[in-house]
Nanobody, 127 residues
Framework: QVQLVESGGGLVQAGGSLRLSCAAS????????MGWFRQAPGKERELVAA????????YYADSVKGRFTISRDNAKNMVYLQMNSLKPEDTAIYYC????????????????????WGQGTQVTVSS
């Protein structure tokens, strides 16, 4: 089992940057593919970015491609989401998620694939 705690959210002006962090408990973090999702008011939760266990394979939603970067540090049990050139439409609660997998170079895109979730961190982008 793994517990996830997000941090780094806040209020930022359009064009600004934020770096979200997700701290994972447990000694088996390397066994999990990771993802960042977001949910805006009145909208469904959507995948923003995903990363494989190896950290080599990544996926980005079209809406954030070229602006956001997902990364992980397996030695520190951390996953990050660097968000640049933020837009008001990026405003949402951002969630970290973990998927236990034997696949070393696989990412997961579906909400239902993930086994564990953090509590979320609010990101608000003002225009």
């Amino acid at each position: 089992q793994v517990q996830l705690v997000e941090s780094g959210g806040g209020l930022v002006q359009a064009g600004g940057s934020l770096r979200l962090s997700c701290a994972a408990s447990g000694r088996t973090f390397r066994s999990y593919a990771m993802g960042w999702f977001r949910q805006a008011p009145g909208k469904e939760r959507e995948l923003v970015a995903a990363i494989s266990r190896s950290g080599i394979i990544t996926y980005y939603a079209d809406s954030v491609k070229g602006r956001f970067t997902i990364s992980r540090d397996n030695a520190k049990n951390m996953v990050y989401l660097q968000m640049n050139s933020l837009k008001p439409e990026d405003t949402a609660i951002y969630y970290c998620a973990a998927k236990l997998t034997s696949g070393y170079h696989i990412y997961y895109r579906d909400y239902d694939d993930y086994d564990y979730w953090g509590q979320g961190t609010q990101v608000t982008v003002s225009s």
